[in-house]
């Protein structure tokens, strides 16, 4: 998704807890030549940890003095079974996948309202926030990703009116995938905690998906292509909950 953008004229700012941005970001890195002003940069920053991320997106709109929009995908992932969970394994796993989004987009908007820059923001959940996936167990992602739909649309009701200042009118849209061949998935196949060929024949087309195929979806949640849509969930997931 961040390609599409810096593909689409934007300068992209990825935030991961990593110290260092991996191999598929250094990759595509390498691929634009910051052009025009757009390109891709790296910030070390916890999503869970709320100063450093109203720092760092402080920060960063500074630099143009706007903010246009916001990708919140970090996200963890456990899976045992509901029987085996510790408070703290809950508490961990909600502090990204929940409290990372809602800090993500907070510090998001205080930075569109003071630059009156009217944003989009696309928090990524998951088909797992709407259905209970057949033979994969996780209780509290799934249960996060239900949240963060949930989030979204109270988001977009408290932010969608523009304002007599000309701050507000910020829209904030969810978007569900469904199985990626991502880390997150290999870890899964790898540990045995998922079947590869059962979750290709959950879905209508008997595959798992790329996240290639999720560039068009962060651009249109973006861009002016979605103008008229807020508080809404945008389901891409194979059809997999559509049987
Ligand atoms: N892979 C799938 O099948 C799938 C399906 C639906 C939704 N999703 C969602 O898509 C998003 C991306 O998932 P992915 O499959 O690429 O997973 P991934 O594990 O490959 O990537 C997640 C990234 O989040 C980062 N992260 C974790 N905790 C963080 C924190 N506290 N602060 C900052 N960064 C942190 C990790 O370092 C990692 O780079 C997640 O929200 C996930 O729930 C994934």
Redesign the pocket.
Known sequence: MAEGLVEAGGKVHC????AEP?KTFNEAKARFKNENGGGLEYHQ????NAEAMEEAIAEIASERQRLDGLVA?????QCTSALDYSAEDIARML???YT?VFLSARACARQMYKYKNQGSMCL?????GSIANRGFIAPV?NSS?AAVIQLAKNLAMEWGRVQPDGSGGIRVNCL??????????E?NFRKGEASREEWENNNMLGR??T?EEYKSAGLFLLSGASSYMTGANLLMDGGTSAW
């Open positions: 935030i991961d807890r990593l991996d920053v916890d999503v869970s995908a970090a996200g963890i992932q502090s990204v996948n990372g990524v959940a998951s088909m797992s992602y990703k569900s995938p469904g199985h990626i061949v991502t880390p997150m998935v870890e798992l998906s996240p």
